[in-house]
Structure formats: structure tokens, C-alpha cells
T-cell receptor, first 112, second 115 residues
């Protein structure tokens, strides 16, 4: 069985400041790791994913996440946030792309 | 590419009525579609997995007679909430994927409010 823990339910951060959203997971098998973003009243959009290879993965809008096997973590970071980054961010794992297990989400609140 | 359309985006209806939600993959053939439910400030919980041409597989605790799923074509799956009650009010999200090791693409969700 797999599980995902997002320790922070809400993260306030000033615009243009860096941010890190934490994600830890547990699994007895190899899994794919994902970050999804959900804007208000919308579905989820895939932000980035880790399958294998380089442990640092990047998205087109400046986010990056690093897979750390020893710490079973997949934290999401951005060096400088923008007001448009305000959203709910979900970390997720899946052993096979079909059965996705989501964390409870972290609400990123950008302060002006 | 990989666009999933969900309709309607919002439904408000009286208790006891049935509500149908459609999920369409617009530019790809989705052999598998998924239905999720999301309570306020909670994560997504998988309700069922729908494979084209076969019966849906429901997660534990989800009433299959309450939440009817039909996946009649490679581009369309429907979720019907039968005899809806206020406790069925929620945000329902579908997703679709191509065959094989491919990511799921999500619709924009349907907010269902039962009065």
C-alpha cells in the first residue's frame, strides 16, 4: 500500500519570495511521483512527474521537485512565486499510473 | 493535447432527483476513465475506475447502485448519481488516460449541490 503526507495544509508566502511545499510518501514498491495543481473550482493539472532518471524534475512555469529516495520525499520548490501561483497543490504517487494516491493538499497563499 | 471536458460544471437540484455528469476526452481515445469525489478542503478520493465496454470497478465503500457509471465509447464516460440526497453534495472530478503508462488528464470538475 502507498500513502502520501503533505505536512502543511496551508503555506503563506510573499510575492517574489521562494517557497517549498513538502511531500513525503511511503510505498513498498517503486512508484511514480507527481505534483498536481488545482486552481479554484477547476480540476487538476499535472505540474510535473518523476518516473526515473534525474532526481530533479522541472516544470515550464518555474517549479521544480527533487526525488529523495533515502528520505522518501518529493518536495516542490519555486525560487520566486507570483500571485498567479495561488492554488492548491497535491502531491501524489502511483505504482502504475492507474491507481493514484493523493495527499491532502497544500494551499499556497501568495501575499502581496 | 489531452483535453478532458466535463459537463455540467455546476448542478443544483432537489433531493430525490438523479443527476448525470459527462466526461469526454476531446482529442484522444481513453480506454480508462476515473471518477473522483472531493470534499471541501480534502483530497481527491477515487470512486471508481471505468474501462470502455466493461463494468466499472468501484472502490470500497462506494455504492455502485447509487453511483452508476457507463463507459460506452472510447471518448465518453458518464456518472449518474441516483436519487441524490444532500450528503451527495460534493465536487466530482473525472480523469481519462490513454492506454499504457500514460498520465491521467483531469476534467474541470462538477460541483453538485443537492437541496
Amino acid at each position: 500500500a502507498q500513502s502520501v503526507t503533505q505536512l502543511d495544509s496551508q503555506v503563506p508566502v510573499f510575492e517574489e519570495a521562494p517557497v517549498e511545499l513538502r511531500c513525503n510518501y511511503s510505498s513498498s514498491v517503486s512508484v511514480y511521483l507527481f505534483w498536481y495543481v488545482q486552481y479554484p473550482n477547476q480540476g487538476l493539472q499535472l505540474l510535473l512527474k518523476y518516473l526515473s532518471g534525474s532526481t530533479l524534475v522541472k516544470s515550464i512555469n518555474g517549479f521544480e521537485a527533487e526525488f529523495n529516495k533515502s528520505q522518501t520525499s518529493f518536495h516542490l520548490r519555486k525560487p520566486s512565486v507570483h500571485i498567479s501561483d495561488t492554488a492548491e497543490y497535491f502531491c501524489a504517487v502511483s505504482p502504475d499510473y492507474d491507481k493514484i494516491i493523493f495527499g491532502k493538499g497544500t494551499r499556497l497563499h501568495i501575499l502581496p | 493535447g489531452a483535453v478532458v471536458s466535463q459537463h455540467p460544471s455546476r448542478v443544483i437540484c432537489k433531493s430525490g432527483t438523479s443527476v448525470k455528469i459527462e466526461c469526454r476526452s476531446l482529442d484522444f481515445q481513453a480506454t480508462t476513465m476515473f471518477w473522483y469525489r472531493q470534499f471541501p478542503k480534502q483530497s481527491l478520493m477515487l470512486m471508481a475506475t471505468s474501462n470502455e465496454g466493461s463494468k466499472a470497478t468501484y472502490e470500497q465503500g462506494v455504492e455502485k447502485d447509487k453511483f452508476l457509471i457507463n463507459h460506452a465509447s472510447l471518448t465518453l464516460s458518464t456518472l449518474t448519481v441516483t436519487s441524490a440526497h444532500p450528503e451527495d453534495s460534493s465536487f466530482y472530478i473525472c480523469s481519462a488516460k490513454k492506454p499504457g503508462a500514460q498520465p491521467q488528464h483531469f476534467g474541470d470538475g462538477t460541483r453538485l449541490s443537492i437541496l
